[in-house]
């Protein structure tokens, strides 16, 4: 198949499978995902996005629909099953339960599984990002990778109307994180990244940026920074699963950047490297 999709045992193209409206995903929200690149029908860094993707379980307090051991072979089947080597995206999510609505956890609740993967090819390294500045309004549980993504949809909106890449979240002056993905600075030769608290989600992408600074000898600082540091950096760097990084041109309409390519691109040649020898036939 050229896409594939599964819910609770059944599998089939992605518009045949068919959930129950009675998925507390529907009404509430109530689970979460995770989503990993997908190249020669093989997950990339599959054991971290599971081990991400149980933590956010665990906090929401929702049994797994099937231990870990399982869930990576649903998953692992389910690429195997795709007639193209090509890039593809993976994504599954986990809701509560199927059950008629009720604000408090219903009993003996079984969770549901769902997961899809279609085609998804890695954004272009050589085309900046632009990015427009929202203030950061959703709730102090961001380290959930949860199906509430509301608040993330409208900066993104206002963002493509603003003919922009990707939003810039802050809280107050603090510098959070992106709509879809993790943000992070060069400066004076040092990769700066905010703390995984409870205000960004824990991207994995950055998880595996400070561990590719230790191995190539580059200095890194985890700590919380401003929009203001933000604007004067030698570099911004957008992480995500989707486009591992991508560097920033422009913030509000105002040149940023450019000041530390060299690094810059040896980071991004680097990281593209590790996804590309992990990935091989």
């Known amino acids: ?91 599954w999510q986990s809701t509560r339960a199927v059950a008629h609505r009720m604000h408090a956890f219903p009993k003996n609740a079984k969770a549901s599984l769902m997961a899809f993967s279609e085609p998804c090819g890695l954004d272009r390294h050589d085309k900046p990002y632009k990015l427009i500045t929202v203030e950061d309004t959703r709730f102090l549980h961001c380290n959930i990778k949860t199906l509430n993504l509301i608040p993330n949809c409208m900066a993104m909106q206002r963002a493509v109307e603003a003919g922009c890449d990707e939003v810039v979240f802050h809280r107050g002056d603090r510098v959070t994180e992106g709509a879809h993905s993790g943000l992070a600075i ?43 540091e933000l604007m004067h950096a030698d570099e911004i760097m957008i992480l995500s699963t989707g486009s591992h990084c991508i560097s920033v041109s422009h913030v509000d309409d105002k040149p940023v950047g450019g000041k530390d390519t060299a690094l810059l691109g040896k980071l991004q040649t680097a990281y593209q490297n590790w996804f590309m020898q992990d990935t091989e036939k």
């Open 1 to 91: 198949m050229r896409d594939i999709a599964y819910y609770n045992g059944v599998i089939g193209p992605i518009d045949e499978v068919k959930a129950p409206i009675t998925d507390r995903g529907f009404y509430f929200g109530d689970g979460v995902y995770d989503a990993a690149m997908v190249r020669n029908k093989k997950i990339f860094a599959l054991d971290d996005h599971l081990d991400r993707f149980y933590n956010s379980l665990t906090l929401l307090r929702i049994d797994p629909p099937m231990p870990r051991e399982e869930l990576a072979a649903v998953l692992c089947d389910l690429v195997s099953q795709l007639d193209s080597d090509e890039p593809h995206m993976l994504y």
């Open 186 to 228: 060069l400066k004076d030769g040092v990769f700066f990244t905010p703390p995984a608290d409870e205000l960004i989600l824990p991207s994995i992408t950055r998880k595996h940026f400070l561990t590719l600074c230790d191995k190539l000898g580059v200095p890194t600082r985890i700590a919380p920074f401003t929009v203001d």
